[in-house]
């Protein structure tokens, strides 16, 4: 984590939140202005613009700002220049050791437990939430760190695309999506509008060291919490880009 290249992020997420997404932020209040907190989201996009505007919001939203630390997929540092920008801006690679150490810190992390099934879920299953994983509740429970439930609305337009698995599988990627407009593969996003939803912490008590099954209530209530609130903000949008 590198202070002036972060000031340069901050730079360029305010206007993509701002300007571009116009994102607004419901729930702020629920954002912890200090200690250690797990923030859980929906994913999808194709590209992790999401995670970009959810660390806007809690950068820029509350009276205090709150620097949250995105957790990558392990592929993402073979990216060029994304291992040197992304570490400088204070994301990590997603392994339990190093989100351990963050929330041993007291700082705040975002996890998409739904991972690279999110971000490349086809067009048809928009707002459906995939699969979670169980990793960020062990997490939880053994640093007794609150989870905050997040939900994204406009991310799932940002890109409709079809993924290609064989050129995914040549290329090492979880998938490799092509859109229905030039250039053809997803760097720019359409300029969606972004509403995000933070709920209220969510506290666990158990054993992280439980078998999966008696993770899987726990896992699936905040599922649920984040599939309630996606279905709040579908019925209140007007319309995908105002």
Not at 134 to 162: C, D, N, T, W, Y
Not at 198 to 220: I, Q, S
Request: glycine residues 6%; charged residues 20%.
């Amino acid at each position: 984590l590198h202070r002036d290249h972060v000031r340069g992020a901050v730079s360029l997420a305010r206007w993509l939140y701002r300007v571009y997404f116009r994102a607004q932020a419901f729930g702020v209040e629920n954002i912890p202005a200090t200690g250690r907190a797990i923030f859980v989201s929906n994913h999808s996009g194709q590209l992790p613009f999401d995670g970009l505007v959810i660390a806007a919001a809690a950068f820029l939203e509350p009276p205090q700002p709150r620097l949250v630390r995105s957790m990558l997929e392990y592929f993402v540092p073979t990216v060029p220049f994304a291992s040197y920008l992304f570490a400088r801006w204070g994301q990590i690679t997603g392994t339990p050791e190093i989100c351990r150490r963050l929330l041993a810190s007291e700082e705040a992390v975002l996890v998409f437990p739904e991972g690279a099934r999110g971000i490349s879920k086809p067009f048809s299953k928009r707002y459906q939430l995939a699969e979670f994983g169980k990793g960020f509740l062990r997490l939880a429970l053994e640093m007794s760190a609150p989870v905050i439930p997040v939900a994204v609305v406009g991310a799932e337009e940002q890109a409709p695309a079809v993924n290609v698995k064989s050129l995914a599988r040549l290329l090492g990627t979880p998938a490799f999506p092509i859109v229905p407009y030039p250039p053809f593969v997803p760097l720019v996003p359409l300029p969606v509008k972004y509403r995000l939803y933070f709920g209220e912490p969510m506290h666990f008590t158990g054993d992280p060291d439980d078998d999966d099954d008696v993770l899987d209530d726990k896992v699936a209530s905040v599922k649920n919490r984040i599939q309630s609130m996606l279905h709040l903000g579908l019925r209140e949008r007007e319309h995908v880009f105002w």
